[in-house]
Structure formats: structure tokens, C-alpha cells
């Protein structure tokens, strides 16, 4: 996605539409749906918290699965300018709502792109998740 719907026409070539990236996300789900669908968002580039609310409640519709967060930085002088160095706390924010809304999980902060050790986290979280759940059955199992 890179952006919020209202940046991106100025943020992403101009054949990219935020709509039709929503569709190719929820067309993917919908073609395989165990596939983990993940998605990227660049902030500082003049969004408003109730823009990125609204992208990830767009997001959940389609069923995206992860979400990460990082700082734009402007690459050239011909290239846009950064609006805004958000905070560590603001990313932390933006996790924690991401995971409240459903995303099973979510990487943010200034330094996080799009393939930021997101994939190996990811499997992390899924294998701890898994492993605790398999020791909860065994106790269960034992137990009874």
C-alpha cells in the first residue's frame, strides 16, 4: 500500500490506485486463503492518524494478515520531502492498534521496510504460538 489513500496519487506512480491494491490483496486471499497477505506503510509523509486508522480498518476487510510501519525517508532532493519524524512511541502506538484490529502481527519503527526480518519474526510469533498451544493440548491430554 505504501501510503494512505488520500497520498496515493502524489506518494506512488500514478497506475498505481490505492483500490486496486486493496483488490489485489483481497483477490490473493481469496485465491488461496491460508496465504499470509502482508502489506506496507510509510509514515511521516503527511498522514493523519485518522487516515492510517481508516487504511487499516480497509486492510481487516480484505483480511491482509500483517502490517509493517516504517519511516519515510527521502531518497533525492527530487523525490518528496519528509513531513514528519515520527516518534518511537507513535510507531509502538500503531502496533499495538494494528494487533487490536486483528493483524497477526505487525512490525513498526523508524527503521522498519517492508521486508525488515518481518518474514522471520513472523514465522517466530507463529511457531511460539503454535509450540504453546501444542503444550497446552499435551497438559491437557496428561491431565485428563
Known amino acids: 500500500m505504501e501510503t494512505v489513500e488520500e497520498l496515493t ?4 506512480d500514478r497506475r ?4 486496486q491494491s486493496l483488490q489485489v490483496l483481497d483477490a490473493a486471499k481469496k485465491a488461496v486463503p491460508s496465504l499470509i497477505t502482508k502489506t506496507s506503510i510509510m509514515l511521516g509523509l503527511g498522514e493523519t492518524e485518522e487516515q492510517l486508522w481508516a487504511t487499516l480498518k480497509e486492510l481487516r ?8 510501519f516504517g519511516q519515510y525517508m527521502r531518497p ?3 523525490h518528496m520531502k519528509v513531513e514528519e519524524y515520527v516518534t518511537p512511541a507513535t510507531f509502538d502506538m500503531w502496533r499495538d492498534r494494528a ?6 502481527y505487525c512490525a513498526s519503527g523508524p527503521l522498519v521496510r517492508s521486508s525488515y526480518k518481518a518474514g522471520e519474526a513472523f514465522i517466530e510469533n507463529v511457531l ?3 509450540k504453546n498451544l501444542e503444550v497446552g493440548v499435551l ?3 496428561e491431565g485428563a
Open 9 to 12: 496519487p502524489f506518494v506512488r
Open 99 to 104: 494487533l487490536e484490529l486483528g493483524f497477526l
Open 128 to 130: 511460539k504460538k503454535r
Open 76 to 78: 533525492t532532493k527530487r
Open 61 to 68: 476487510k480484505v483480511n491482509v494478515d500483517v502490517v509493517t
Open 139 to 141: 497438559e491437557l491430554v
Open 16 to 19: 498505481a490506485k490505492f483500490r
